[in-house]
T-cell receptor, first 114, second 113 residues
Framework: DQQVKQNSPSLSVQEGRISILNCDYTNSMFDYFLWYKKYPAEGPTFLISISSIKDKNEDGRFTVFLNKSAKHLSLHIVPSQPGDSAVYFCAASILGSSGGKSTFGDGTTLTVKP | DTAVSQTPKYLVTQMGNDKSIKCEQNLGHDTMYWYKQDSKKFLKIMFSYNNKELIINETVPNRFSPKSPDKAHLNLHINSLELGDSAVYFC????????????FGDGTRLSIL
């Protein structure tokens, strides 16, 4: 039962253009969503998050959009830079729930070409 | 100064052996986690401890036993290793149970021969 899905295993964009990474979820109880970035041989690092009471959160070049009715979120990176090349994981959780369990998608590998 | 550190980074061993992976966090967090990333790249939670108490125990074989001597440490011991245990194991921590985000270590790549 895969509750969080990232349907694009990979994405390639040109430097300076927009990168859009997508994530779908099935559990309507999820109320907090995060994006993590992972470089090879390193652990995931937190990038940006959004609560279900919002539909947009912005942090510099990174913006996360949440569409609750569609159970869909997306991460926009503008402008994309070669250093953004990494695997991006979407995660969903029920904030404050016992244990703080996060359910992760299987990642999208972003390649930004110079 | 590494916030969440795991040792060893790589572990190659024979089927049937017993091995341990150690994790330490210096963030002052109360909650720690173990995740398994298999060949399909999913990060799946295995265990979570809050202040040395087990609070999440997903469907994991009994061969896996976490131990938390204090809230800054969460070790993972695996008995009778099997081929299917080959994966990358990530330790993580967060301020408290239910709080986000989580801070991850760099992973331990376990390979079973």
């Amino acid at each position: 039962d895969q509750q969080v899905k990232q349907n694009s295993p990979s994405l390639s964009v040109q430097e300076g253009r927009i990168s859009i990474l997508n994530c779908d979820y099935t559990n309507s109880m999820f109320d907090y969503f995060l994006w993590y970035k992972k470089y090879p041989a390193e652990g995931p690092t937190f990038l940006i998050s959004i609560s279900s009471i919002k539909d947009k959160n912005e942090d510099g070049r990174f913006t996360v959009f949440l569409n609750k009715s569609a159970k869909h979120l997306s991460l926009h990176i503008v402008p994309s830079q070669p250093g953004d090349s990494a695997v991006y994981f979407c995660a969903a959780s029920i904030l404050g729930s016992s244990g703080g369990k996060s359910t992760f998608g299987d990642g999208t590998t972003l390649t930004v070409k110079p | 100064d590494t916030a969440v550190s795991q040792t060893p980074k790589y572990l190659v061993t024979q089927m049937g052996n017993d091995k341990s992976i150690k994790c330490e966090q210096n963030l002052g967090h109360d909650t720690m986690y173990w995740y398994k990333q298999d060949s399909k790249k999913f990060l799946k939670i295995m265990f979570s401890y809050n202040n040395k108490e087990l609070i999440i125990n997903e469907t994991v074989p009994n061969r896996f036993s976490p131990k938390s001597p204090d809230k800054a440490h969460l070790n993972l011991h695996i008995n009778s290793l099997e081929l299917g245990d080959s994966a990358v194991y990530f330790c993580a921590s967060s301020q408290g149970p239910g709080s986000q985000p989580q801070h991850f270590g760099d992973g331990t790549r376990l390979s079973i021969l």
